[in-house]
């Protein structure tokens, strides 16, 4: 019997059909755009982000939920559960873990509610999510999930390539020399996420296209040495071409159980823009 509800902020990046498999619930984040807020993957979209960064030039912001919108969450699901684990985007990316804290402080259910530091964002965040809810579909308690997501969170291999860098510019991600340089000379980094940071790595040269399936291909060993239980591909609104040659190498390597390929939220797209791919693994 199934005793712990997995919740996790939206930066999780699982598709409506992942989250209702996994029965996990959804805390949204806020996306500013201008002088309107929306909630991530409620009420804006990812095509809609980009359409209004199109017409307006001006960066898109994202904020935490609050503490206020947290405790509403938790205080139903414990009406249920006995005990929650709670996910949220590295800690150093956004206060939404301690919002989450403040949140079951509040409630005074610090020993009902484990919030976890994915120390990740998107699939990487995703894959941690989905292994948690397997556990609590199978009976496990809130502190067994919590102990292995801890283990499991410095095996977590995330990284995703960019077409533009104007995103990370405007969002204060990379500074404008370093941006407009990109820009000219048409590079597409590789960005990392190292110890709940992003770290800009290999710079790629030539159509986001082709750049993105080589920057697949040259994860090859990596993957192959991977656990293969699962293996995540998420993607800001993308030629759906590129998506399913990523999707059918990744399968073709015949190696992992499970191939998981869901489209980014708002976040990542307020913050990486279109026709960003990443691809997500745990290492042995």
Same mark, same amino acid.
């Given at each position: 019997?199934?005793?712990?509800?997995?919740?996790?902020?939206?930066t999780?990046?699982?598709s409506?059909?992942?989250?209702?498999?996994?029965?996990?619930?959804?805390?949204?984040?806020?996306?500013?755009?201008?002088k309107?807020?929306y909630?991530d993957?409620?009420?804006?979209?990812?095509?809609?982000?980009i359409?209004?960064?199109?017409?307006?030039? =001006? *960066?898109? &912001?994202?904020?935490?939920?609050?503490?206020?919108?947290? /405790?509403?969450?938790?205080?139903?699901? %414990?009406?249920?559960?006995?005990?929650i684990?709670?996910?949220?985007?590295a800690?150093?990316?956004?206060?939404?873990?301690?919002?989450?804290?403040?949140a079951?402080?509040?409630?005074?259910?610090?020993?009902?509610?484990?919030?976890?530091?994915?120390?990740?964002?998107?699939?990487?965040m995703?894959?941690?999510?989905?292994?948690?809810?397997?556990?609590?579909?199978?009976?496990?308690?809130?502190?067994?999930?919590?102990?292995?997501?801890?283990?499991?969170?410095?095996?977590?291999?995330?990284?995703?390539?960019?077409?533009?860098?104007?995103?990370?510019?405007?969002?204060?991600?990379?500074?404008?020399?370093?941006?407009?340089?990109?820009?000219?000379?048409?590079?597409?980094?590789?960005?990392?996420?190292?110890d709940?940071?992003? =770290? *800009?790595? &290999?710079?790629?040269?030539?159509?986001?296209?082709?750049? /993105?399936?080589?920057?697949?291909?040259? %994860?090859e060993?990596?993957?192959?040495?991977?656990?293969?239980?699962?293996?995540?591909?998420?993607?800001?609104?993308?030629?759906?071409?590129?998506?399913?040659?990523?999707?059918?190498?990744?399968?073709?390597l015949?190696?992992?159980?499970?191939?998981?390929?869901a489209?980014?939220?708002?976040?990542?797209?307020?913050?990486?823009?279109?026709?960003?791919?990443?691809?997500?693994?745990?290492a042995?």
């Amino acid at each position: 019997m199934q005793t712990v509800k997995i919740i996790s902020d939206s930066t999780c990046d699982l598709s409506r059909e992942q989250r209702e498999h996994f029965g996990v619930d959804i805390i949204p984040l806020h996306v500013i755009l201008g002088k309107d807020t929306y909630e991530d993957g409620v009420n804006i979209t990812p095509k809609d982000i980009i359409a209004w960064v199109d017409k307006t030039k =001006e *960066a898109p &912001k994202t904020a935490a939920p609050t503490p206020e919108e947290i /405790t509403g969450i938790f205080e139903e699901q %414990l009406k249920q559960y006995k005990e929650i684990v709670c996910f949220s985007i590295a800690a150093g990316m956004s206060s939404s873990n301690a919002a989450m804290h403040l949140a079951a402080q509040k409630l005074e259910a610090e020993d009902r509610v484990h919030v976890i530091d994915s120390a990740n964002l998107s699939g990487g965040m995703g894959l941690l999510v989905m292994e948690a809810a397997e556990m609590a579909q199978d009976g496990a308690d809130g502190q067994t999930i919590e102990a292995q997501m801890e283990k499991q969170k410095p095996l977590v291999r995330s990284s995703f390539v960019v077409d533009t860098l104007m995103y990370l510019y405007r969002g204060g991600r990379c500074n404008g020399l370093t941006a407009i340089a990109g820009e000219t000379l048409k590079l597409h980094p590789k960005i990392s996420v190292i110890d709940g940071a992003m =770290e *800009a790595g &290999k710079k790629y040269r030539g159509k986001i296209a082709r750049v /993105t399936m080589k920057y697949a291909q040259e %994860l090859e060993a990596e993957l192959l040495e991977a656990q293969p239980r699962r293996v995540c591909v998420t993607h800001s609104p993308c030629n759906p071409k590129t998506v399913k040659n990523v999707g059918e190498f990744l399968q073709n390597l015949k190696y992992f159980e499970d191939v998981s390929v869901a489209p980014a939220g708002g976040v990542v797209t307020c913050h990486c823009g279109p026709e960003t791919l990443g691809i997500f693994y745990v290492a042995k």
